[in-house]
């Protein structure tokens, strides 16, 4: 046994021979841990098994079986040829990688001759480097500090905002305006200018340095020996020759050789492929690639930004940046409005100059005219709709932080708001990570127990998944066994082994990848326990040894070791909300699938009974399948990265969250990748999420923030678009007509403040949980052309109204009612955004009502410069414009909800395009 009793033993019958019995023991210090001896030749169950509720009966349905195994010889063709289209497969991949590295090589070998005449030093992986040694490289400045080269200097973000197109524009602007001596309200242009100017550059400041902040909170540490001590150092702090501990997850820091241990590294950071490569004693390992299974000591090599990761950035890293609709929207924006910028303002100022008087001087007609096609120019510009999009989403960033959510890519927040699928791995998300053993049963005889040969293991293997620590917490480690040759636990494999000296080999992982037909009471056992939503351990022994990475045959099954996970706490909570907002989950596991069934069963997952194992499926079945299922079982990386290919070929939006090596593949298909603090370096590295409190419960929270600054964005950016594109189609008649045009820089001042700004400002903070839907320039555009189209009928039906009832009119108060008309006109515009009203944004709508009111009465003259429309010596002197004026906005709300829906009616398929 493999520890000795410490209570009574007691008996259970099996069957009707007494002669078969079960012997359950309590071992010394294992509290609520059963050992049930099996080692009988019955091939009867246990009848004391608890048996499974009919509830957690998980019933899936199989896949459609494509291949007939009537005809043996066509199916062996099928999969000869199978066989064949994926060894070229891997053939090509390796090409792949090996090209890339080549092609790169010479950038590696650029750094030969700096270190060639660098003093080395060859530390042991036991003492590693004295601390004179270590002091000596710092003095060198041989360290693996990197400057940060994603923070912005002061100085970049000050030019960044100054020096634009759209700024150097408005300059022009200005200048002409001074030249032509322009009255002081055509420069309210400028206060606007630096306004947002002001705004962006303190926003963007505070954001740096809330990163900053971040940066330092999620450093990573990395394990070195110095003095013959292994302590914890910031990776930064790692000096040329350093000797440095990797274990399974861990991203290798710098470019090294492998002193002692053995492992494989995954490069897929530096070439896009995830074939997996061994690398053991004397051989080169570069920075950025991880440690997807084993334990290696290595000593560093290249340090700093002559690290291969570092001089690669451009190649190294095939982080996918999340697919931003919002990102190529303003792009979009500013290369049209760009294109047109310029010929549109030179034409209209062509236009304005001929139209002018020419009776008067160049100089008097260019007073005239340069205003007005001034106004053209900053029409266009919708520069507050950029300021917007970036502070809403620096908010967001930096409210997130308090939340202990570190995001790293800004418009990852987008990607977050627009889920409908967040496909989940079951450790660490549904259960907290932590696993305790829960049985061991012995099926078996063995020469030596089990806690030896579990110690000896783990001693040997010295992995740092969840697992192998409850392993070592409950067995322990020691040394009774002499390793010979290990092969470490990975997630493809799904179990570990180690052939000692004189004792053969031992296999511990995934009972049907380690014996395929177990015994048919042992394998009721498993699933018995899988369904019960255990995690069942095969313990399996052989004579021979380990040869190039393979097994030996005839393993003998010697014990079953049941796990048992802690579901989270408020993993049901947080599950019930994302299925009430319409974001479907997916489980995909490298567990047994009826295990996970059962976790989410529990957690409250819907649809858990609709399970499957992927296990030798191909890559078609399990892109097939993607849609059937909700628990995906015994799943390779590779499989995750096809579902997750799979959920957005048909049009799905993906997050997908993880924390260790295996997810990685998937989490960079995702549109949004989510990881925790306390997960590997490398998942860390390329998520565009981290949660510094390692706690999914948060996530509805950051969903909720994600949705509230999309949508605020979408609805606010409207109003802005609404003001250029009533400046481009009315410059654009009035260049066709020959027509000049009427507005100055100062007449749209109100309209830019009152609605577009203070409107759009208030908009953006109110709170909207509403999943984002449709395209982003598709949206903004069908809701902002209401807008547009309404200004365009206000000016065109006034000028109509005017000439048919022959109205006596001023030039000047002509003006007055085209201001008025575009200004009221953008205010009935935001009353259908607001639309529907709450308390809120009734307020909201009401003030800027009011304020605009006041201005029509009492300031239209001294802040915009125009006739008043009530004069104080007469205040009816207008009344049949004002009723004229009235009786058209009346027409602009039910014009605007009849715009709007034939709109809606049309897909303009613009994000698509794009």
Request: charged fraction near 20%; charge should be neutral.
């Amino acid at each position: 046994m493999p520890r000795k009793a410490k209570t009574s033993t007691k008996e259970t019958a099996l069957d009707t021979n007494p002669s078969e019995v079960a012997v359950t023991l309590v071992a010394d210090g294992a509290e609520g841990v059963k050992y049930t001896d099996l080692t009988t030749d019955s091939d009867s169950p246990k009848k004391g098994f608890t048996p499974l509720p009919e509830k957690a009966v998980p019933v899936s349905v199989p896949l459609e079986v494509e291949e007939k195994v009537d005809d043996i010889s066509q199916l062996m063709l099928r999969q000869f040829k199978r066989k064949q289209k994926l060894d070229l497969k891997k053939k090509k991949e390796q090409e792949k990688q090996l090209k890339l590295l080549e092609e790169t090589k010479n950038l590696v070998d650029d750094t030969e001759e700096k270190y060639s005449v660098i003093e080395k030093f060859n530390p042991t992986a036991k003492d590693g480097l004295t601390q004179e040694q270590v002091s000596q490289r710092r003095k060198e400045k041989l360290t693996n500090e990197v400057k940060n080269k994603f923070s912005k200097s002061y100085a970049s973000i000050i030019c960044s905002n100054l020096f634009t197109f759209f700024n150097l524009l408005c300059v022009i602007c200005a200048v002409a305006l001074i030249l032509v001596k322009a009255p002081i309200m055509d420069f309210a242009f400028c206060l606007i200018y630096a306004i947002n100017l002001t705004i962006g550059i303190v926003q963007e400041i505070r954001s740096k340095i809330t990163m900053d902040k971040m940066s330092l909170v999620k450093a990573p540490i990395s394990k070195v020996i110095r003095n013959g001590e292994i302590i914890e150092i910031p990776t930064s702090e790692i000096v040329l020759n350093d000797v440095v501990i990797l274990g399974i997850g861990n991203q290798i820091p710098c470019d090294s050789t492998v002193l002692d241990g053995s492992c494989e590294v995954n490069e897929s950071m530096l070439t896009g492929e995830s074939v997996p490569l061994k690398k053991t004693v004397g051989d080169s390992l570069y920075g950025g690639s991880y440690i997807s299974s084993g334990h290696i000591t290595v000593k560093v090599e290249r340090v700093g930004d002559d690290s291969y990761i570092q001089r690669l950035s451009a190649k190294a890293k095939k982080f996918k940046k999340s697919p931003s609709q919002l990102l190529n929207a303003m792009n979009t924006i500013i290369k049209i409005i760009g294109i047109l910028i310029i010929p549109i303002s030179v034409s209209m100022g062509v236009i304005n100059y001929i139209n002018t008087d020419q009776a008067s001087t160049v100089y008097a007609r260019l007073q005239e005219a340069v205003p007005k096609t001034a106004a053209v120019v900053i029409g266009m510009i919708p520069s507050g709709m950029f300021l917007l999009t970036s502070m809403a989403l620096a908010v967001g960033v930096i409210k997130l932080s308090k939340h202990n959510t570190s995001v790293q890519d800004m418009y990852a927040l987008e990607m977050l708001a627009r889920i409908d699928v967040l496909c989940l791995d079951k450790t660490g998300t549904i259960t907290d990570g932590n696993m305790k053993v829960e049985e061991v049963v012995l099926l078996n005889p063995s020469e030596i127990s089990i806690k030896d040969i579990i110690g000896s293991m783990q001693n040997a293997l010295r992995d740092n998944n969840m697992t192998s620590i409850a392993l070592i917490d409950y067995f322990g480690l020691n040394t009774l066994m002499i390793p010979k040759t290990t092969i470490p636990f990975s997630s493809d494999k799904k179990y570990s082994a180690v052939t000692f000296m004189d004792y053969g080999t031992y296999v511990l992982g995934a009972p049907s990848y380690i014996i395929k037909n177990l015994p048919e009471r042992f394998e009721k056992i498993v699933q018995q326990n899988t369904m019960l939503g255990g995690r069942v351990l095969l313990l399996a022994h052989s004579n021979g040894n380990i040869e190039e990475d393979t097994l030996p045959k005839a393993l003998k099954p010697l014990a079953l070791i049941i796990l048992q996970d802690n579901i989270r706490p408020d993993a049901i909570k947080t599950i019930k909300w994302f299925k009430e907002n319409d974001v479907k989950i997916k489980i995909i596991s490298g567990d047994d699938p009826i295990t996970v069934s059962e976790i989410a069963r529990k957690a409250g997952v819907e649809h858990y009974e609709a399970f499957i194992n992927l296990e030798g499926l191909n890559d078609k079945e399990v892109f097939e399948c993607v849609n059937k299922y909700t628990i995906f079982g015994r799943v390779s990386p590779e499989q995750k990265s096809i579902l997750v290919k799979a959920l957005k070929t048909h049009g799905h939006t993906v997050a997908m969250t993880g924390d260790g090596v295996n997810d990685i593949l998937a989490m960079k298909e995702a549109d949004c990748s989510i990881t925790v603090a306390s997960g590997s370096d490398a998942t860390r590295n390329i998520s565009h999420l981290v949660l510094m409190d390692n706690n999914f419960t948060s996530m509805p929270l950051i969903v909720n923030e994600g949705r509230r600054v999309i949508n605020n964005i979408q609805q606010s950016s409207s109003l802005y678009l609404m003001k250029t594109l009533f400046t481009i189609f009315f410059a654009l008649i009035n260049i066709i007509s020959n027509r000049l045009y009427p507005f100055g820089t100062g007449n749209m001042t109100i309209l830019e403040l009152l609605v577009i700004g203070i409107g759009s400002f208030f908009l953006s903070l109110q709170p909207n949980t509403e999943r984002v839907k449709g395209g982003f320039l598709n949206t903004i555009i069908t809701n902002a052309l209401p807008g547009a189209l309404i200004l365009i009928f206000n000016m065109y039906a006034f000028t109509f109204l005017k000439n048919l009832f022959s109205i006596p009119i001023t030039a000047e108060m002509e003006l007055t009612i085209k201001v008025v008309l575009v200004t009221v006109g953008g205010l009935m515009y935001l009353y259908k955004v607001c639309e529907p009203f709450d308390l809120y944004r009734g307020l909201l709508f009401g003030s800027i009502s009011t304020l605009m009111l006041i201005w029509l009465v009492f300031l239209i003259e001294p802040i915009s410069g125009l006739a008043p429309l009530f004069p104080l010596n007469n205040p009816w002197e207008n009344w049949s414009l004002v009723l004229l004026v009235t009786c058209l906005l009346q027409l602009n709300l039910p014009l605007l909800k009849i715009i709007s829906s034939t709109l809606n009616k049309i897909n303009f398929n613009i994000d698509i395009q794009l």
